[in-house]
């Protein structure tokens, strides 16, 4: 405190729950803020940045929930194994198609054409 200047320097340590953005399942969310909030006591300073303060108590709660609040990622994703866990892997009428799985998974309607593709290079190799 500083005259009618009250400068607070706090750390805010935490885990916060959020949803994973692919599954919902709960991710927790390790955060660490530095915070420098500045107080007033005399109702004649103006300045955006200084909060006035017009009782013997200085409250600290509001400035660090919105602290936490503008500490939220936009999203978060879950570990691999539990995304595995809990991802759904078919459901009525549909089923879920990894990458790898996609590029060794050939479409049944396009294996005609890969065997007449092959025939065509076997007649070909027998002409020459």
């Known amino acids: 405190m500083d005259g009618e200047d009250i400068i607070c320097d ?6 916060m729950i959020l949803p994973c953005a692919r599954t919902l399942i709960d991710v927790p969310y390790v955060f660490s803020i530095d915070a420098y909030e500045s107080f007033t006591t005399s109702a004649y300073y103006e300045d955006e940045e200084v909060h006035l ?11 660090i929930k919105e602290n936490v ?10 570990e691999k194994k539990e995304l595995e866990a809990n991802t759904v892997k078919e459901g009525n009428g ?7 799985e996609k590029i060794e998974k050939v479409d049944p309607r396009l294996e005609k054409l890969k065997s007449l593709l092959n ?10």
Not at 10 to 15: K, V
Not at 69 to 78: G, K, N, S, Y
Not at 123 to 128: A, H, M, P, R, T
């Open 10 to 15: 706090f750390q805010i340590q935490g885990t």
């Open 53 to 63: 303060n017009d009782s013997e108590v200085l409250d600290l709660m509001p400035y």
């Open 69 to 78: 609040l503008l500490e939220i990622p936009l999203r978060v994703f879950a």
């Open 94 to 100: 549909w089923t879920l198609i990894t990458g790898e």
């Open 119 to 128: 025939d065509k290079s076997n007649k070909e190799d027998s002409k020459g």
